[in-house]
């Protein structure tokens, strides 16, 4: 199964997120986004981190209204699965692929960072829990736009009725604290990853594809990881992995 790995003007996450990937078992390839005709030939999709357009506007708003994303859109009511990491998460909110409760609507944004304690950009590690990741894991986060929001109540009533949250953030046990320092940016609920209620699109914010592997992981991070990194084990699986087979069986499932 082959994934196109979708590469907008000043996105920069783009390789990493090619070897995720094929630590996983997909074949992932760079495809620029002035070539949507190549599209067609790929199973799935993903749009990785960085700084599209210089998040000129907001972030990922111009490359939502870009040529290439009408045939992402149209793969994803298709079934294809697609995922947005960081600033590609941005850009599936700006096309109202997520949470696509009313297809082809712009519900959502991803806001500039409020906790109460941090506000603007922000860089650091944060625990995250729920069905992407069942038991607790540590990912890094890099972006000062992270903050999911929604002015209508009933948007935010469905996701959370729908069950659309598919990772919030949490404490190193899995409790899900709604306050600073557990949720570094404000977003409603602890969000840090949602997805459309086909569940073939999924947004999130912090980064798994720098969290693949165990030597990833900084020994500021307490628990296992800490240790499988101290003891030798660089090339172990990382916290980030299980986003990335999430995603692979997501592919097997849409390919039967």
């Known amino acids: 199964m082959r994934v196109a790995v979708v590469l907008f003007p000043g996105m920069n996450c783009e390789n990493e997120s090619v070897r995720a990937l094929e630590s996983v078992g997909l074949a992932a390839e ?13 199973d799935g999709f993903l749009l990785p981190g960085g700084f599209s357009y210089e998040d000129r506007i907001r972030a990922g708003v111009v490359a939502a209204h870009l040529p290439v994303m009408e045939r992402i859109v149209r793969a994803a009511e298709a ?3 697609v995922a947005g990491i960081c600033n ?17 609507r712009v519900e959502m944004a991803l806001a500039l960072n409020d906790s109460g304690q941090r506000v603007g950009y922000y860089c650091d590690w944060r625990w995250l829990v729920g069905d992407l990741f069942p038991e607790p894991m540590p990912l890094p986060f890099a972006h000062a736009e992270g903050r999911f929001v929604t002015r209508d109540p009933a948007v935010e009533a469905a ?27 404000g977003a409603f609920d602890n969000a840090a990853a949602i997805r ?14 720098r969290a ?12 296992e990881w800490r240790e ?4 030798g084990f660089r090339d172990a699986p990382g916290p980030g992995r299980p986003f990335f ?3 692979a069986d997501l592919m097997r499932r849409a390919a039967a």
């Open 159 to 185: 996701i959370g009725d729908r069950g659309l949250i598919a990772a919030r953030y949490c404490e190193p046990n899995g409790k899900v604290t709604r306050a600073w320092p557990v949720n570094p940016n």
């Open 245 to 247: 087979t999430a995603f």
């Open 88 to 104: 590609g998460a941005q850009v599936l909110l700006e096309t109202g692929l997520v949470p696509g409760l009313h297809p082809g």
């Open 30 to 42: 760079i495809v620029r986004a002035n070539e949507p005709d190549r599209l067609d030939a790929f």
């Open 212 to 223: 693949n592997w165990a030597f990833q992981v900084p020994v500021s991070v307490e628990g």
């Open 228 to 231: 499988a990194k101290r003891s």
């Open 196 to 209: 459309n209620p086909e569940g073939n699109v999924l947004a999130i914010m912090p980064h798994p594809e």
């Open 79 to 81: 079934g294809r699965p």
